[in-house]
């Protein structure tokens, strides 16, 4: 079973950068991708958003088409971290960011219902 915990959300400003980290452990990730997924205030944990994932080996990207551009994502294997850089944040980015973990391959990396482990999420707000 993976853990993951996120962290480094906060209140920003439209316009500024904001990296999250989701810190990950548990069995061998080199099977897993690990992906970002976005919760909207009012919405229902099966209605979350594909934010972006990273395969833990290679490293290959994937990201949603809307995202692309202004959010990278990335891991450290030494510290068995992944990370979300947010750029250019807009009010409508404010949600609660979860990372979770999946063995799915293809497509699948961008449907909630594929992931088998969560984080508790952390809150990232943007101010107008």
């Known amino acids: 079973q993976v853990q993951l915990a996120e962290s480094g959300g906060g209140l920003v400003q439209a316009g500024n950068s904001l990296t999250i980290s989701c810190a990950v452990s548990?069995?061998?990730?080199?099977?897993?991708?690990i992906g970002w997924f976005r919760q909207f205030p009012g919405q229902d944990r099966y209605d979350r958003e594909f934010v972006s994932a990273i395969d833990w080996n290679p490293g290959t990207t994937y990201y949603a088409d809307s995202l692309k551009g202004r959010f990278t994502i990335s891991r450290d294997k030494s510290k068995t971290t992944v990370y979300l850089q947010m750029n250019d944040l807009k009010p409508e980015d404010t949600a609660v960011y979860f990372c979770g973990s999946t063995a799915a391959l293809g497509d699948k990396r961008s449907q909630y219902m594929d992931y088998n482990a969560w984080g508790q999420g952390t809150q990232v707000t943007v101010s107008s």
């Open positions: 548990g069995r061998t990730l080199s099977a897993y991708a």
